[in-house]
């Protein structure tokens, strides 16, 4: 292709990512219009027809440059099952969102297998994993998250693909890959990745790792035992024993240190400014302020002692696995709307504890609500239905935080019964959070955390 030819293919391609990039589920503006688009990595995997161009795109989203990976793949004949992949067509051929293509997708894992480097991109084989599949042709994807797009080959792997990228050490290979060092049974061991650099710093594109087969999803359990009236508090009691367990292993890991007063301190002023920022956006926060920063003035004046340490950051029924042999915890990259060095610092483990809590209730109000789609990562509205009755939602929610807690302390962890005020300033961070990503992106789900904040 000619260089005004190869130009006019990326102008075309850039206005056709500019229409679709804002309609895709994991892009954090969406529906808005992208008045400005830039690609600033294209690297060919594979020539001829199927074509796979990895590209990094760049567009300023809320006053920061944000960056998106989306594997392209190119096509003179699209078939019937990629054309909900379909970005746009530029002189008779077909470019699409490769990851629904299984035949790119073995090209992404034969690369990591064989640690190819393709331009400024590594792909990397842990060399502790077992033998990969051979190839792309039984890959599924899975679509249900709301950040990251999944591909699972055979029954024992899974490449995970970021799409919005962010550079330095991304916590969910650097945790993952810790705590299978130290042989945890609580999380999924990496098999390989994929990386590069920008600006002078490395950038985590992919993470493949183990893949639980026959595991099921803690929310999808949650709502199935609401919606069955089966108790749900035996499950709660052992994964409040895994979250004990995941928190030791991370401590060995990463270490803890205690907090000072000046730390306790600086903890409170960041709840206070987020609040003042949720409120700026939902001024319904408003009638709740002060109550909220009472439990938040009340982290300042803790005189028992608090430790901080790696946590998973962002904690709930979604982000665990119930396999085989117990509870797994899964994607451990934290909040992405935090900052990557606040992701990877040190937090009180009652955090996730807090986010755990506060996922109990979602589910059974979330039922209360109607029902939706079958998890907290999906965008669908609730579309109405039957539910546990408000008393026994309220029972289930109490029955399940109970045993949680309980699992908690009797697997090491801090007691959160000694722990109150600390666990419930932390409990309305997290709801003011939820009411902050619900108003931007699921209005419809807004009045879940918010009728909690109402009632806390």
């Given at each position: 292709m000619g260089g005004r030819d190869a130009t006019d293919a990326n102008r075309a391609l850039l206005d056709m990512l500019a229409g679709w990039l804002p309609r895709q589920r994991w892009f954090p503006g969406r529906g808005a219009a992208l008045s400005e688009l830039s690609i600033i990595s294209d690297i060919s995997l594979q020539t001829g027809y199927p074509a796979l161009r990895h590209l990094i795109v760049a567009t300023p989203l809320r006053g920061g440059l944000a960056r998106f990976q989306v594997p392209v793949g190119l096509r003179p004949e699209l078939p019937p099952s990629l054309a909900n992949a379909l970005i746009g067509y530029h002189d008779g051929v077909a470019y699409y969102d490769a990851l629904h293509d299984p035949e790119l997708a073995g090209v992404l894992l034969r690369s990591i297998g064989e640690e190819r480097l393709a331009g400024q991109i590594r792909f990397v084989r842990e060399p502790a994993a077992p033998a990969l599949p051979a190839g792309g042709e039984g890959a599924r994807l899975l679509g249900v998250e709301q950040s990251n797009t999944s591909l699972v080959f055979g029954a024992h792997a899974i490449l995970k693909m970021l799409r919005r990228l962010f550079p330095g050490a991304n916590p969910d290979l650097e945790v993952a890959d810790a705590l299978a060092r130290l042989s945890s049974a609580r999380v999924a061991a990496p098999f390989g990745w994929i990386e590069t650099d920008l600006d002078g710093e490395p950038v985590l594109l992919g993470v493949l790792s183990q893949f639980l087969a026959g595991a099921s999803d803690g929310w999808t359990l949650a709502l199935s035992s609401l919606a069955s009236a089966r108790p749900f508090a035996d499950e709660a009691r052992l994964l409040g024993e895994a979250t004990a367990e995941l928190h030791a292993d991370l401590a060995r890991a990463f270490g803890s240190r205690g907090m000072t007063r000046a730390d306790l301190a600086g903890l409170a002023d960041g709840m206070h400014a987020k609040l003042s920022d949720a409120i700026e956006l939902v001024p319904d926060l408003r009638r709740h302020e002060a109550r909220i920063r009472a439990a938040y003035d009340a982290v300042?004046?803790?005189?028992?002692?608090?430790?901080?340490?790696?946590?998973?950051?962002?904690?709930?029924?979604?982000?665990?696995?119930?396999?085989?042999?117990?509870?797994?915890?899964?994607?451990?990259?934290?909040?992405?709307?935090?900052?990557?060095?606040?992701?990877?610092?040190?937090?009180?483990?009652?955090?996730?504890?807090?986010?755990?809590?506060?996922?109990?209730?979602?589910?059974?109000?979330?039922?209360?609500?109607?029902?939706?789609?079958?998890?907290?990562?999906?965008?669908?509205?609730?579309?109405?239905?039957?539910?546990?009755?408000?008393?026994?939602?309220?029972?289930?929610?109490?029955?399940?935080?109970?045993?949680?807690?309980?699992?908690?302390?009797?697997?090491?962890?801090?007691?959160?019964?000694?722990?109150?005020?600390?666990?419930r300033a932390l409990t309305l961070e997290k709801a003011v959070y939820e009411v902050v990503y619900e108003y931007r992106h699921r209005p419809a789900w807004l009045s879940i955390p918010l009728d909690f904040v109402a009632a806390a």
């Amino acid at each position: 292709m000619g260089g005004r030819d190869a130009t006019d293919a990326n102008r075309a391609l850039l206005d056709m990512l500019a229409g679709w990039l804002p309609r895709q589920r994991w892009f954090p503006g969406r529906g808005a219009a992208l008045s400005e688009l830039s690609i600033i990595s294209d690297i060919s995997l594979q020539t001829g027809y199927p074509a796979l161009r990895h590209l990094i795109v760049a567009t300023p989203l809320r006053g920061g440059l944000a960056r998106f990976q989306v594997p392209v793949g190119l096509r003179p004949e699209l078939p019937p099952s990629l054309a909900n992949a379909l970005i746009g067509y530029h002189d008779g051929v077909a470019y699409y969102d490769a990851l629904h293509d299984p035949e790119l997708a073995g090209v992404l894992l034969r690369s990591i297998g064989e640690e190819r480097l393709a331009g400024q991109i590594r792909f990397v084989r842990e060399p502790a994993a077992p033998a990969l599949p051979a190839g792309g042709e039984g890959a599924r994807l899975l679509g249900v998250e709301q950040s990251n797009t999944s591909l699972v080959f055979g029954a024992h792997a899974i490449l995970k693909m970021l799409r919005r990228l962010f550079p330095g050490a991304n916590p969910d290979l650097e945790v993952a890959d810790a705590l299978a060092r130290l042989s945890s049974a609580r999380v999924a061991a990496p098999f390989g990745w994929i990386e590069t650099d920008l600006d002078g710093e490395p950038v985590l594109l992919g993470v493949l790792s183990q893949f639980l087969a026959g595991a099921s999803d803690g929310w999808t359990l949650a709502l199935s035992s609401l919606a069955s009236a089966r108790p749900f508090a035996d499950e709660a009691r052992l994964l409040g024993e895994a979250t004990a367990e995941l928190h030791a292993d991370l401590a060995r890991a990463f270490g803890s240190r205690g907090m000072t007063r000046a730390d306790l301190a600086g903890l409170a002023d960041g709840m206070h400014a987020k609040l003042s920022d949720a409120i700026e956006l939902v001024p319904d926060l408003r009638r709740h302020e002060a109550r909220i920063r009472a439990a938040y003035d009340a982290v300042a004046e803790l005189a028992g002692p608090v430790t901080v340490q790696r946590i998973h950051g962002d904690y709930h029924l979604g982000q665990v696995l119930r396999a085989q042999h117990g509870w797994v915890a899964l994607d451990f990259e934290g909040e992405p709307a935090v900052p990557l060095a606040v992701r990877r610092g040190a937090a009180p483990a009652l955090r996730d504890v807090a986010g755990m809590l506060r996922s109990f209730d979602y589910a059974a109000r979330h039922q209360q609500v109607g029902r939706g789609d079958t998890r907290p990562e999906a965008d669908a509205p609730p579309r109405g239905g039957a539910g546990p009755g408000a008393d026994a939602a309220v029972a289930w929610v109490r029955q399940c935080q109970d045993a949680f807690c309980a699992g908690y302390a009797a697997g090491g962890g801090a007691d959160p019964a000694d722990h109150g005020r600390l666990l419930r300033a932390l409990t309305l961070e997290k709801a003011v959070y939820e009411v902050v990503y619900e108003y931007r992106h699921r209005p419809a789900w807004l009045s879940i955390p918010l009728d909690f904040v109402a009632a806390a």
